[in-house]
């Protein structure tokens, strides 16, 4: 059942009116010769639930329109509410409406802000209608590319400052981006993030929503079922059509770099779309690039691990599947020796497993007509190799 959603200035008075009123009485009282002690402060919570837009507010959610400014009398708002609006989304439910970030970007102010006592927070979003859209807090990406009307993520992020400030920000140039739902629970009052394993790479690794349904999938979005929770969490910052320069330059490392400590793992495949004439990187560029990155994630005590793109579904002769020659690979595999990391050669491991099932089989792991892309038993199995090769060296 829904209950209507009040105007603005009614839901604001709610906040208002009492402590008003407590401070008339108080005054009154106090000419008066009586002594009254001031009001107590309201409790900040801890959780929270947001339903956005203009619609119907699902039970036991907080209604928030585009037009709701943060005021520290309500302690959530639209930092720039003239940069939002409410919009119609294709859902039911949470899903039926939303708010839509006119202005965006990583470093934009253009932030739903909401006060949060120190602690770490888990952060469920549900977006609106988007063919593709990243969430961004605290400055830095949190979930990159969510497609697909509804789609729904969750990631943890510790909070420092008293305040997060999270937006909705662009996947793919001329799309919307909207937010139908924001749930806020506390994790610990500790603003530790838990070990972490990030994982950085291109189509083949990315995640696909429904996260628990999709018919595409990437090993980075499959490897959460192989991975002990109580040991990692997985955070998948890979993006189709990726390569190092811009998985460096455009944001996604950055992310990593801000949350990355001791006893994390950064899992890093690159390679395949390098190789394409149309982004002009040559092997010798490609590999000083990622010698840049798994430096600077070093750097802040995690542990950097390279990864090399499995083959084709084609890549057979006589029986044999082998792609060793493939997507900067070489220079993958010799960048790994040379600064002393760990290397998971996904390219001949699952040459391997290809080899042992034979060419019908593999083919049916990859999208039909394409040979490239893991469905999503393709992509599992991948995860499955990947993990498994990380075990045998210790790593997890």
Same mark, same amino acid.
């Given at each position: 059942?829904?209950?209507?959603?009040p105007?603005r200035?009614?839901?604001?008075?709610?906040?208002r009116?009492?402590?008003?009123?407590?401070?008339?009485?108080?005054?009154l009282?106090?000419?008066?010769g009586l002594?009254f002690?001031?009001p107590?402060?309201?409790?900040?919570p801890?959780?929270?639930?947001?339903?956005?837009g203009?619609?119907?507010?699902?039970?036991?959610?907080t209604?928030?329109?585009?037009?709701d400014?943060y005021?520290?009398?309500?302690?959530?708002?639209?930092n720039t509410?003239?940069?939002?609006?409410?919009?119609?989304? /294709?859902?039911?439910?949470?899903?039926?409406d939303?708010?839509?970030?006119?202005?965006f970007?990583? /470093?934009?102010?253009?932030?739903f802000?909401?006060d949060?006592k120190?602690?770490l %927070?888990?952060v469920?979003v549900?977006?609106?209608d988007t063919?593709?859209?990243s969430?961004?807090a605290e400055?830095?990406?949190q979930?990159?590319?969510?497609?697909?009307?509804?789609?729904?993520?969750?990631?943890?992020?510790?909070?420092?400052?008293?305040?997060?400030?999270?937006?909705?920000?662009?996947?793919?140039?001329?799309?919307?981006?909207?937010?139908?739902?924001?749930?806020?629970?506390?994790?610990?009052?500790?603003?530790?993030m838990?070990?972490?394993?990030?994982?950085?790479?291109?189509?083949?690794?990315?995640? %696909? %929503?429904?996260?628990?349904?999709?018919?595409q999938g990437?090993?980075?979005?499959?490897?959460?079922e192989?991975v002990d929770?109580e /040991?990692?969490?997985?955070r998948?910052?890979?993006?189709?059509?990726?390569?190092?320069?811009?998985?460096?330059?455009?944001?996604?490392?950055e992310?990593i770099?801000?949350?990355?400590k001791p006893?994390?793992?950064?899992?890093?495949?690159?390679?395949i779309n390098?190789?394409?004439a149309?982004n002009?990187?040559?092997?010798?560029e490609?590999?000083e690039i990622?010698?840049?990155?798994v430096?600077?994630?070093a750097?802040?005590?995690?542990?950097?691990?390279?990864?090399?793109?499995?083959?084709?579904?084609?890549d057979?002769?006589?029986?044999?599947?082998?792609s060793v020659?493939?997507? %900067?690979?070489?220079s993958?595999?010799?960048?790994?020796?040379e600064e002393?990391i760990?290397?998971v050669?996904l390219?001949?491991l699952?040459?391997?497993?290809?080899t042992?099932?034979?060419?019908?089989?593999?083919l049916?792991l990859?999208m039909?007509g394409?040979?490239l892309?893991?469905?999503?038993?393709?992509?599992?199995?991948?995860?499955?190799?990947?993990?498994?090769?990380?075990a045998?060296q210790g790593?997890?």
């Amino acid at each position: 059942m829904t209950e209507t959603r009040p105007a603005r200035d009614t839901r604001s008075v709610k906040y208002r009116k009492p402590l008003a009123c407590c401070l008339a009485a108080t005054a009154l009282a106090s000419g008066a010769g009586l002594a009254f002690s001031a009001p107590a402060a309201q409790a900040e919570p801890s959780n929270y639930r947001f339903d956005f837009g203009s619609g119907p507010v699902e039970k036991g959610y907080t209604g928030v329109s585009a037009g709701d400014a943060y005021t520290p009398e309500r302690r959530y708002g639209f930092n720039t509410p003239e940069h939002m609006a409410n919009v119609a989304a /294709k859902g039911t439910g949470l899903g039926s409406d939303a708010v839509r970030f006119l202005e965006f970007g990583t /470093k934009s102010s253009n932030t739903f802000n909401v006060d949060l006592k120190e602690g770490l %927070y888990r952060v469920t979003v549900t977006l609106g209608d988007t063919s593709r859209a990243s969430v961004a807090a605290e400055g830095v990406f949190q979930e990159m590319n969510l497609t697909g009307n509804g789609a729904t993520a969750s990631f943890e992020i510790p909070v420092t400052d008293g305040q997060l400030n999270l937006l909705v920000t662009e996947g793919k140039v001329g799309t919307a981006f909207t937010l139908s739902a924001l749930d806020i629970e506390k994790v610990s009052r500790h603003p530790e993030m838990d070990p972490t394993i990030w994982v950085g790479g291109d189509s083949t690794v990315a995640s %696909y %929503y429904p996260l628990d349904s999709s018919v595409q999938g990437g090993w980075g979005q499959l490897l959460p079922e192989f991975v002990d929770a109580e /040991k990692f969490d997985v955070r998948n910052m890979a993006t189709g059509g990726q390569i190092a320069r811009g998985f460096r330059n455009d944001g996604q490392l950055e992310a990593i770099l801000q949350y990355s400590k001791p006893g994390d793992l950064f899992l890093l495949e690159m390679g395949i779309n390098d190789t394409a004439a149309k982004n002009a990187t040559t092997e010798a560029e490609f590999k000083e690039i990622m010698r840049d990155m798994v430096r600077q994630v070093a750097a802040t005590g995690a542990t950097p691990v390279l990864v090399t793109p499995q083959g084709r579904a084609t890549d057979f002769v006589d029986g044999v599947h082998s792609s060793v020659d493939r997507w %900067y690979r070489h220079s993958t595999v010799a960048l790994a020796e040379e600064e002393g990391i760990p290397l998971v050669d996904l390219n001949v491991l699952s040459s391997a497993y290809f080899t042992g099932i034979g060419p019908e089989a593999t083919l049916a792991l990859f999208m039909t007509g394409d040979t490239l892309h893991p469905n999503r038993a393709g992509a599992t199995e991948l995860a499955r190799i990947v993990t498994a090769d990380l075990a045998r060296q210790g790593l997890q």
